[in-house]
């Protein structure tokens, strides 16, 4: 039987996705700081920060099962503001989770699927990890540096048999959008996600579906992942005329509050 590991995996995306696969009979183990009271999954609680950690619990899963077929390093934190709002504990706590949450899952996933000569690594990014996303840039720099890390690994893993996709989905209807800056300093930005989200999107995709768009990627080994279709125009648009995005972006900002007070 085919074995998952799916970090964040107690609500939202990961949550979805753990279901689905589960659907599929794949044994999934779900990581997180809460538990969870699926019973299709097995649930341990996990820091993704902590590197000794995440490597035991993929060790334990590899020795229980005999194999690690899936990694979806998919857990991390919504964090808003404008660049000036934002303390040095918005960027760090946003890099501890959203980047090194992601370098550790592949630090520990990653030796073990080239020793067996088979896995999918699947990493969490957004769409803000391809489009310049203003008043949240903590949260933009990260998901750009997993779409880079995601794709730069995949070109390396081909070689040993070990596949990686990205995951970058728009505004999606998950709990992040309601408790953005965790633990930290709220903003006009953080305190409204949601608000915002529906104003620059319209309709906020449904979990359920993405996970069913996820899945149906990684059984055709796509690179990147984008959903909705909104999205992929996003994209698209940004690919074709960065100038003109930014600028599109600059608008927005300003919209949500970003404007300039001096």
Known sequence: MRTAVVTGGASGIGRAVARELARRGVRVTVADLNGTDDSAVESVKLDVTDATAVADLVGQVRDRHGRLDFMFNNAGIAVGGGAEELTLDHWNRTIDVNLRGVVHGVHAAYPVMIAQGFGHIVNTASLAGLVPAPM????????????????????????????????????????????????????????????????????????????????????????????????????RAVRLAPSAAVRVAGLAARRLGGSDRS
């Open 136 to 235: 949240m840039i903590p949260y933009t720099a990260t998901k750009h540096a997993v779409v880079g890390l995601s794709l730069a690994l995949r070109a390396e893993a081909a070689r040993h048999g070990v596949r990686v996709s990205v995951v970058c989905p728009g505004f999606t209807d998950t709990p992040l959008l309601d408790h953005a800056n965790p633990g930290l300093p709220q903003t006009d930005a953080s305190r409204n996600a949601r608000h915002h989200a529906l104003s620059i999107q319209g309709r906020l995709y449904s979990v359920d579906a993405l996970a069913l768009d996820i899945i149906r990627g990684v059984a055709r080994n796509k690179a990147l992942i984008v959903a909705p279709a909104s999205s992929r125009l996003a994209w």
